[in-house]
């Protein structure tokens, strides 16, 4: 397994900056890739791999600027990868998602997730822009 998956922000795509020596699972931007599951999938099957053996400590840290409907799915999916890691309890997992204070849209979305994962999970608003 690689040890980091590191993909670049675009202006349609999030970074992604997952580790598994530190746990710290970083996704940061704007998600509204034209076919999110073709995006989406090195990184749901680099999840997989990671909950084989993950680090005794995995913080997911969430930073999104804007979802699609379709990548709001694939976050359900990655949801789903946490709350397996927790039910094998083999990594400390937690979630923290900031989002623009203004941006309602957004904190609803992400108390959707904290309703359906099974991790601890903060929801931050922030007064600063996410992208700076």
Known sequence: MEKELLIKATNKTPSINFDSKTGLMQIHGYSLPENPFEFYEPIINWLDKYAGAPNKKTEFDFRMVMINTSSSKIFIDI??????????NNSAVTVVWYYE?????????????????KAPFKI?????????
Do not use: F, P, W
């Open 79 to 88: 949801i789903r990868k946490i709350n397996k890691m927790v039910e094998l």
């Open 101 to 117: 204070i203004e941006d309602e849209d957004l904190h609803e979305t992400a108390m959707q997730y904290q309703e359906v994962c």
């Open 124 to 132: 931050i608003g922030t007064h600063h822009s996410l992208m700076e």
